[in-house]
């Protein structure tokens, strides 16, 4: 048994990912073929018609870009929410067909940083492992003795999203609302997309960082702690 952290990886992403948006944008309105106004706009154009489109709110456009992630080091309980994002493509390591030999567990940040607790969630944790290892010793398949496994048990999983369901998905999960653990990974992922999408991606993040908390009574109140840290991620 080992605890793991999250790792985020932008393994693949439409090559060019503004310049195809752009493109698209721009075709509505213009008579020419899109391979023709790929090659005629200049970075200038693209930064700002892509400026245009985001504010406006025309965000069909940013469909026709693609990211593909790779996350790993993270748990079963993280990826149950993540799922519910339908208007993306997922690919998940089997419980059914892996067996696992050495368990890789998550342990959340307020367990581990109690000494007590945490040599109890360890104890737990170390108890289902021993079952789970009982259970396919005994010839019983992974896909039977997964059952006795934790939520917190690590799963690695492959996500696909187009960039306008990153800026939705950026907007609730990279809240101080959303739980630790996803919140964690959509922050890193949303660094990633910057550096390959700049335009697209700035200002993505919180509805802090673009109007008042939407939240009401259950806002975090941390909204200028929440712009700085997005300002200079």
Same mark, same amino acid.
């Given at each position: 048994?080992?605890?793991?952290?999250?790792?985020?990886?932008?393994?693949?992403?439409?090559?060019?990912?503004?310049?195809?948006?752009?493109?698209?944008?721009?075709?509505?309105?213009?008579?020419?073929?899109?391979?023709?106004?790929?090659?005629?706009?200049?970075?200038?154009?693209?930064?700002?018609?892509?400026?245009?489109?985001?504010?406006?709110?025309?965000?069909?456009?940013?469909?026709?870009?693609?990211?593909?992630?790779?996350?790993?080091?993270?748990?079963?309980?993280?990826?149950?929410?993540?799922?519910?994002?339908?208007?993306?493509?997922?690919?998940?390591?089997?419980?059914?067909?892996?067996?696992?030999?050495?368990?890789?567990?998550?342990?959340?940040?307020?367990? $581990? /940083?109690?000494?007590? !607790?945490?040599?109890?969630?360890? *104890?737990?944790?170390?108890?289902?492992? &021993? @079952?789970?290892?009982?259970?396919?010793?005994?010839?019983?398949?992974?896909?039977?003795?997964?059952?006795?496994?934790?939520?917190?048990?690590?799963?690695?999983?492959?996500?696909?999203?187009?960039?306008?369901?990153?800026?939705?998905?950026?907007?609730?999960?990279?809240?101080?609302?959303?739980?630790?653990?996803?919140?964690?990974?959509?922050?890193?992922?949303?660094?990633?997309?910057?550096?390959?999408?700049?335009?697209?991606?700035?200002? $993505? /993040?919180?509805?802090? !960082?673009?109007?008042?908390?939407? *939240?009401?009574?259950?806002?975090?109140? &941390? @909204?200028?702690?929440?712009?700085?840290?997005?300002?200079?991620?």
């Amino acid at each position: 048994m080992h605890f793991v952290k999250p790792k985020v990886e932008l393994l693949r992403h439409t090559p060019d990912p503004e310049r195809v948006v752009a493109s698209a944008a721009h075709l509505c309105y213009n008579s020419s073929g899109l391979a023709e106004i790929q090659k005629s706009m200049t970075d200038k154009q693209v930064e700002r018609l892509i400026g245009h489109c985001v504010s406006m709110g025309h965000h069909s456009v940013l469909e026709h870009a693609t990211f593909t992630y790779g996350v790993e080091g993270i748990s079963r309980t993280m990826t149950h929410q993540l799922v519910r994002h339908r208007i993306a493509s997922y690919s998940q390591q089997s419980q059914r067909y892996v067996e696992y030999d050495d368990v890789s567990f998550i342990v959340p940040p307020k367990i $581990a /940083g109690d000494e007590r !607790l945490l040599d109890k969630y360890k *104890e737990v944790l170390r108890e289902q492992e &021993k @079952a789970y290892r009982a259970l396919v010793d005994s010839g019983i398949a992974p896909e039977d003795a997964r059952y006795v496994l934790p939520n917190a048990t690590e799963t690695k999983i492959a996500i696909t999203m187009n960039a306008r369901e990153l800026l939705h998905f950026f907007t609730v999960r990279c809240c101080n609302r959303a739980q630790w653990e996803i919140r964690a990974v959509a922050t890193e992922m949303l660094r990633l997309a910057r550096k390959a999408a700049p335009t697209v991606f700035n200002g $993505a /993040g919180p509805s802090c !960082l673009r109007g008042p908390c939407p *939240e009401g009574k259950m806002t975090c109140g &941390k @909204a200028e702690e929440v712009r700085e840290f997005f300002r200079n991620m």
